[in-house]
C-alpha cells in the first residue's frame, strides 16, 4: 500500500485544487464535493500512516496541496468574482437602464428589482439594490458572497457608479472607505479589515470617502 501513497496524495491533491477552482467560479457540484473530500481525507490518513513507518513525502505534498488550496482562493476571490461575473453584471445594468427589470421595493432614494435567474450568481441576491436611482444617476451593488455569509448585514462587494463618482457622504449609499476598479466600478466592504485585506491586484489603494 505504501507504493501507492505518493499517486494517491498526488491524486486527491489535484482533484482539490481543481475543486477549489470550481468553487471560484461556483461551478462546483455537490456529488463532486464529496468525492474530492472523501478521497483527500482518505489519501491523508493513509498519508499519516506512512509519515510514522518513515515515508514523509505523501503527507507533505498533502499538507502543501491543503495550505495552497486555502489560502490562494481567499487572496484571488475578489477578482476571480470581478471578471467572472463582469458581462453579466453589465448586461443587468442595460437592462435596468432600459427599463427591463420588475420593480418589487421603493422607498424613494432606493429601488431594489427582481433579479432574473440566470444572473443570481451575479447580483449574490434575489433582489437588485439600486441606490439614489434619479434619472441617469444610480448607484448598484453586487455581493462578492451570498448575504447569508453576513448574518449582521454587513456588506462586501462591487459598486457601479453610472457617473463614474463615488457616492458622496451625505447620499443615502454611504461607505467609509473603498477602492477604484475603474472608471464606473469600486469595490467596497462595511468592514475597513476586509477592504484592506482584498482586491489587491485588481484594485488601486484604499481611499477615505471625506
Known amino acids: 500500500m505504501k507504493k501507492y501513497s505518493v499517486p494517491l496524495a498526488l491524486f486527491s491533491s489535484g482533484l482539490l ?16 464535493t464529496v468525492v474530492v473530500f472523501v478521497s483527500f481525507g482518505l489519501s491523508l490518513l ?13 503527507f507533505a505534498i498533502q499538507i502543501s496541496v491543503l495550505v495552497f488550496a486555502v489560502c490562494i482562493p481567499l487572496l484571488f ?5 470581478y471578471y467572472h461575473f463582469l458581462d ?5 445594468i442595460e437592462m435596468l437602464e432600459n427599463g427591463e427589470l420588475e420593480r418589487t421595493s421603493d422607498d424613494g432614494s432606493s429601488v431594489s428589482y427582481l433579479t432574473p435567474d440566470a444572473y443570481k450568481r451575479a447580483v449574490g441576491s434575489n433582489q437588485l439594490p439600486v441606490v439614489s436611482h434619479y434619472e ?3 448607484y448598484v451593488k453586487f455581493w462578492v458572497d451570498e448575504p447569508i455569509f453576513n448574518p449582521n448585514g454587513a456588506f ?4 457601479y457608479s453610472s457617473n463614474g463618482e463615488f457616492p458622496a457622504t451625505d447620499s443615502a449609499l454611504y461607505f467609509y472607505e473603498y477602492k477604484q476598479i475603474d472608471a464606473n466600478w469600486y469595490y467596497v466592504s462595511d468592514y475597513s479589515s476586509d477592504l484592506e485585506e ?3 491586484f485588481l484594485c488601486g489603494d484604499m481611499i477615505t470617502n471625506d
Open 88 to 92: 453579466d453584471r453589465e448586461q443587468l
Open 46 to 58: 493513509l498519508s499519516l500512516y506512512v509519515l510514522i513507518t518513515q515515508n514523509w513525502r505523501p
Open 17 to 32: 485544487l481543481l475543486y477549489m477552482i470550481l468553487e471560484l467560479v461556483e461551478a462546483s457540484t455537490f456529488p463532486f
Open 156 to 159: 462586501e462587494g462591487f459598486l
Open 198 to 200: 482584498n482586491c489587491l
Open 136 to 138: 441617469n444617476e444610480f
Open 77 to 81: 476571490q475578489v477578482e476571480v468574482n
